[in-house]
């Protein structure tokens, strides 16, 4: 079921490269998104019935935790390729792009979703291969519309990104060394089921220089602060589809790479150092991000920095710690991916009908495009945690966790910090949505099957947060019961 898992993406893709018409490449990629879609929720299923899959001679495997990886990007890919049908469609329309361009897009995204499920399922330290590999996809399709700002942009994150994952290469030999001295040079040296049964026999020096290294590589490509600096100009620039994809499932690949080193470190250096470098790491994201908020003039550049609160958040779960920190983090993880999505689909639809990403140039939008704009509040309210939306769940799950952990100090900041960044988004979001729209904007929503992709992540939004399905909790809790 992983391999072909692996090969829908890759054969969509092939199909995409060789049609000769617009409809064919749309068809043939949102048929390849449905499939995708549900060889993922089947690897999902079979996951929650037998536990653990293995194959290819131990090099790929699923656990709980892959299959909810794998969820993330089965879901957020079907709906960002429903939804790029629309947005594509009309820069084709509009001759922002010609159909060579629209193939090659087609193309660059299936390769993007391959190596995003790539991430998930590979079972050895490997792991920085495939993450590296995201960087490479996504780095071309930020280069489509061959801008000067996005060139510039790509670049700029190429260069930072391939920095990181060179210091997560330094973690991944250094983790090697340390399980090479228990198992010796054999390829189940590299593989995470072997080494998570030895992980409390590696020397805890090693270990930490190992993980530092990962946690700095690694948050590189989530967006942790201090590293952050690519994410803002990256995901401005992106096509609206990928920087959902950037946001919502890429950064909780690189996170999950994080989370995944430690689980075995902290079987070796103790549960106090890895959890205060991400208590630490996390704060420095919240922090850093609230001024950029909160005098942010660019919309997609808001909600990118955003993305760097919220993986600051997922790390402050983890850092807690307890069945409440990792539970939170762990279901903030797809709270996130599903809302964030949701918002950059919003901007997407404001950015094709007003034709610029200046807050002060947008307004009335719930006039203008009375749809879009309702959803667009509606998920300024959910990204800030407001009640009753999924994301106040996960964000009280993890505060409760703070509190119950002995925390304090780094739970109080954390509640600042989120209400300032409430107080940011809300001021600039009500100065898109309400007053009287710029003259010349005509009434009218976008494209339905863009608001339908929109609506598909607001059931998500709204549902999780009164009601989380028996099924989803217990995949969550087995998650758990891995990274503790």
């Known amino acids: 079921m992983i391999e072909y898992l692996l090969l829908a993406p890759v054969l969509t893709g092939m199909v995409c490269f060789f049609s000769k018409t617009r409809k064919q490449v749309e068809t043939a990629s949102l048929a390849g998104s449905i499939a995708t879609l549900l060889l993922g929720l089947l690897l999902v299923w079979q996951v929650y019935k037998y536990d653990i899959i293995i194959t290819w001679q131990n090099a790929l495997f699923a656990d709980a935790f892959s299959a909810f990886i794998v969820l993330i990007v089965s879901i957020v890919g079907f709906v960002a390729s429903l939804y790029s049908i629309g947005y594509m469609g009309h820069e084709l329309d509009h001759g922002a792009m010609d159909l060579k361009r629209l193939r090659l897009y087609y193309v660059l ?44 942009a790509a670049w700029k994150y190429m260069i930072i990104c391939t920095v990181g994952i060179t210091f997560a290469l330094f973690g991944t030999i250094l983790t090697y060394y340390a399980a090479v001295n228990i198992l010796g040079e054999t390829g189940d040296a590299l593989n995470w089921t072997s080494l998570i049964a030895v992980a409390d026999r590696f020397d805890p020096t090693i270990m930490k220089l190992a993980f530092i290294f990962i946690l700095i590589g690694y948050g590189t490509k989530a967006g942790l602060a201090p590293m952050h600096t690519w994410l803002p100009d990256a995901h401005s620039e992106a096509p609206t589809p990928v920087s959902a ?222 009601y989380i399905p028996p099924p989803f909790y217990e995949m969550i809790m087995k998650v758990v019961e891995i990274v503790r």
């Open 109 to 152: 995204f299936h390769g993007f979703m391959f190596t995003m499920l790539l991430v998930g399922v590979t079972n050895n330290l490997g792991l920085w291969i495939a993450i590296e590999m995201t960087t490479l996809v996504s780095a071309l399709l930020m280069i489509l519309y061959s801008k000067k700002s996005s060139v510039e």
């Open 245 to 466: 994809l950037l946001s919502g499932v890429l950064l909780n690949c690189a996170m999950y790479g994080i989370i995944r080193f430690y689980t075995i470190a902290t079987k070796s250096t103790g549960i106090d150092f890895t959890s205060n470098l991400l208590i630490i790491f996390g704060l420095l994201s919240l922090g850093i991000a609230v001024p950029f908020i909160l005098l942010q003039e660019d919309y997609k550049r808001m909600l990118a920095y955003s993305s760097v609160e919220h993986m600051g958040i997922i790390a402050l779960g983890i850092g807690f710690g307890g069945v409440f920190g990792v539970f939170g983090a762990i279901l903030h993880m797809f709270n996130h991916a599903m809302t964030k999505s949701l918002m950059f689909f919003g901007a997407g639809n404001i950015l094709q009908k007003h034709e610029t990403k200046e807050i002060f140039n947008v307004s009335g939008l719930v006039k203008s495009m009375p749809v879009t704009g309702a959803m667009f509040v509606i998920g300024t309210l959910a990204i800030t945690g407001s009640p009753p939306f999924s994301i106040f769940i996960s964000e009280f799950t993890i505060l409760a966790a703070g509190f119950s952990q002995g925390h304090y100090i780094a739970t109080v900041l954390f509640l600042l910090f989120i209400i300032m960044i409430f107080a940011g988004f809300f001021n600039n979001v009500s100065k898109m949505a309400f007053g009287t729209p710029k003259q010349g904007i005509e009434k009218g929503d976008v494209g339905r099957l863009m608001l339908l992709a929109m609506g598909i992540l607001m059931v998500f939004v709204f549902v999780l947060g009164v």
